[in-house]
């Protein structure tokens, strides 16, 4: 997981309504209602997003109906590598925010090789603050 990911309220999303504007890509959606950011109603994960919601081989989503009759909701999502990235960040999100209508909790699968990744890319991060930092305070003497 990294340090410096957005919240998903932060993310790209559409209108329940225009739930076939999502991407044809693999990740995470949020179904959130715009009035209370920090607390998804229900997080998913696909292999392909706007057939998720829009498939006739998926046939509507399993929490549409109840989501459709909640005020303000919005699908919030997050693109991904690969399926199983999605996946692995899923099993995260349902971890961190405990979404009312996701029933059971995803077994988290270890991926020491992305850990290790995530940690590297936090540190150059850190770093290029730490540098911006000083540059600003030389700037500023």
């Not at 999100?93 to 077994?107: A, D, F, G, Q, S």
Request: aromatic share 10%; net charge positive.
């Amino acid at each position: 997981m990294r340090i410096f990911d957005l919240p998903p309220f932060f993310r790209s999303s559409v209108s329940l309504r225009n739930k076939a504007r999502l991407p044809a890509k693999p990740g995470i959606y949020y179904a959130i209602q715009w009035w209370k950011p920090l607390k998804p109603l229900y997080v998913g994960m696909s292999g392909n997003l706007r057939a998720r919601w829009n498939s006739r081989s998926y046939g509507e989503h399993h929490h549409y109906s109840a989501l459709a009759r909640c005020f303000g909701v919005r699908l919030h999502y997050r693109i991904t590598r690969t399926r199983s990235a999605a996946e692995r960040l899923e099993a995260i999100e349902i971890r961190r925010y405990r979404p009312p209508l996701n029933k059971r909790l995803e077994p988290l699968k270890k991926d020491i090789f992305q850990d290790i990744a995530d940690l590297c890319v936090d540190l150059v991060l850190i770093g290029a603050v730490l540098l911006l930092m000083v540059a600003i305070v030389r700037v500023l003497k």
